[in-house]
Nanobody
Framework: QVQLLESGGGLVQAGGSLRLSCAAS????????MAWFRQAPGKEREFVAR????????YYADSVKGRFTISRDSAKNTQYLQMNNLKPEDTAVYYC????????????????WGQGTQVTVSS
């Protein structure tokens, strides 16, 4: 049973930084890719960033490009999201997601999801 556990959320002032972690347990090999999504109150879940584990290719939402960096530690099966220059509009619950690969997926279709970690940015 694969489980994803996010950590690192919290309260930060605008302009500050946080680093989120997502630790995967229950397997000894990597994923096809992992991603971060977020959901603000009253809004739909939205894509933030994604990384393909084999080649390290990264993708970002325009709203976070240049401020957020996704990375991974394959040995630890852990993914990170470094968030700099945070803005109040970044306030949301951030979710980690992972895919096994080997089939076609929808854009936001992932095999595993974490429970989420709250990020609150005050102005």
């Amino acid at each position: 049973q694969v489980q994803l556990l996010e950590s690192g959320g919290g309260l930060v002032q605008a302009g500050g930084s946080l680093r989120l972690s997502c630790a995967a347990s229950g397997r000894t090999f990597g994923f096809y890719d992992m991603a971060w999504f977020r959901q603000a109150p009253g809004k739909e879940r939205e894509f933030v960033a994604r990384m393909e584990w084999s080649g390290g290719t990264t993708y970002y939402a325009d709203s976070v490009k240049g401020r957020f960096t996704i990375s991974r530690d394959s040995a630890k099966n852990t993914q990170y999201l470094q968030m700099n220059n945070l803005k109040p509009e970044d306030t949301a619950v951030y979710y980690c997601a992972a895919r096994n690969g080997g089939r076609a997926y929808g854009f936001a279709e992932f095999d595993y999801w974490g429970q989420g970690t709250q990020v609150t940015v005050s102005s």
